[in-house]
């Protein structure tokens, strides 16, 4: 079993910034692709951002590229999404997400979710 945590969900007007943060704990000798979904009131849970295990390969949504950097730490098994010029519409609880497999952006593909970070952006 692999756990995941996110951290660094808040409150941030828009056009400001923020920077989430996921931790793996467990079973976490295995390689995994990361991901970021999001999910806000009243809709499904969308693709935002993925990384491979190495890192060398990203996804992004059409609706964040260029304003959101997935990326992973120095640590085995963390993952970053700094999130900047946000705007109302990115409001949504964020999720962390860990594929056994290679890196996708399809929710299936992935085999362990964290709880969730509340992101708030306020006009």
Request: contains cysteine; hydrophobic residues 35%.
């Amino acid at each position: 079993q692999v756990q995941l945590e996110e951290s660094g969900g808040g409150l941030v007007q828009a056009g400001g910034s923020l920077k989430l943060s996921c931790a793996a704990s467990g079973r976490t000798y295995s390689s995994y692709a990361m991901g970021w979904f999001r999910q806000a009131p009243g809709k499904e849970r969308e693709f935002v951002a993925a990384i491979s295990w190495g890192g060398s390969i990203t996804y992004y949504a059409d609706s964040v590229r260029g304003r959101f950097t997935i990326s992973r730490g120095s640590a085995e098994n963390t993952v970053y999404l700094e999130m900047d010029s946000l705007k109302t519409e990115d409001t949504a609880i964020y999720y962390c997400a860990a594929a056994v497999g290679t890196v996708s952006g399809r929710a299936v593909e992935y085999d362990y979710w964290g709880q969730g970070t509340q992101v708030t952006v306020a006009s």
